[in-house]
């Protein structure tokens, strides 16, 4: 997935508990923490995904040598 991609999933989450924040002018500090909690999976996710991609060109690439 795109970092891009991930970017605009992050922020369409923000923008959703933002409209529900402007209802109630209360903000959950547990609902900042979920995010949090969810944008770090996520970032994870993308990190082990470009390593994995990285790896598998490498070995992909790898032609024989001397032969």
Known sequence: MKLSAIFILVMAVIA???VQSQA???????????VGKIAKKGFGVATAVGTAHKIYNKLKNKKPKGG
């Open 16 to 18: 959703l508990f933002a």
């Open 24 to 34: 109630d002018p209360k903000v959950s500090i547990k609902t900042i923490k979920k």
